[in-house]
C-alpha cells in the first residue's frame, strides 16, 4: 500500500481519538518551494505535494511564478482536481496570504531567481520551505550558498529535497545527503526519482496523484513519503 494511501492527521485535534473542541480555528500552514536555480524540480514538487496533501487536507496552491507553469498544469482538467488553485504575482496579496485564506495548507510555487520582488514578499509569510534539486555536484554547490545566505537567516524550517534522482543510480544521491550532513543542513531522507512519469503527467494536466501510467506508483510514492515527513516535522 502506498506511505498516503493511508493519510496521517495533518492536525492531530482533527483526528484524535477522544475529539477536543480548537477553541480557535486550525493555523493555516504555509508551505513554500524554492530555488533560485530554474528547472530543478519546484513546480513539480509544488503541484505534487498539493496533490498528496489534497487527500487528507483543503489545500490551496499558489503559483507566483509568472511563467504560470503551475497554472499551466493544474488549469486544463480543473474538475477533477482535489485542490484549488490561484495565480499570485501581486506582491501585495502574497503578503496577506494568511489572513485571506483559510485552507488548512498552502503550497506557494516560486519562480526561479532570488532577487525578485516575489520572492522578497514570499519568505516573510511562510511556515515552511522545501528546497528541490537535483542530486549533482554543481546543483548542490548553488544551493547550498542560498541556503547559507538567505534560508538560514530567515529562521524558517526548511529542507533540501533531492530531486529527479536516477533511480537506478542512487549514490549520488546519497552522496548529496552526506554533504550536507555534514554542512549541518538539513535534507528529507526520501528522494523524488527521476520518471518520465513526472513529464507526462504534467503534459496530460494532472497531478502524479491522478495521473495513470508507468511508474506512476512509484513516482506518487516518492512525493508521499516528503508530505510524510513534513507532517512529522510539524508534530514534532
Ligand atoms: N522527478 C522528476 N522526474 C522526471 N522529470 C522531472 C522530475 N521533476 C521535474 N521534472 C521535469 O523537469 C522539468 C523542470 O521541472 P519543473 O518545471 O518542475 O522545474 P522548475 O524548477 O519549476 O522550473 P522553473 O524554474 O523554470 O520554474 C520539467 O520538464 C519536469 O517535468
Ligand atoms: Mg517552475
Redesign the pocket.
Known sequence: MLPCANPSPFFSWQFSAVPKLPSQPPKTKIVAVL?GK????????AVNLAAVYAESSQVLLIDT?P?G?ATWWTQRKTNSLKFQVQSGTNVQKIKDLRTANQQNLIVVDT??GLESEILQAVIPVVDYLVLPTPPAPMEIAVLIETVRTLVKPSGIAHRVLL??VDPRSLREALDAQNTLMELGIPAFHAF?????A??RS?LEGQPITQWKGKYSKEAKADYCRVVDEIKRDWES
Request: proline share 8%; no cysteine; net charge positive.
Open positions: 530555488n530554474g528547472g530543478v524540480g519546484k513546480t513539480t514538487t511564478d511563467q507553469s519562480p526561479p530531486t529527479r523524488v526519482r527521476s520518471y518520465k513526472h513529464e504534467a
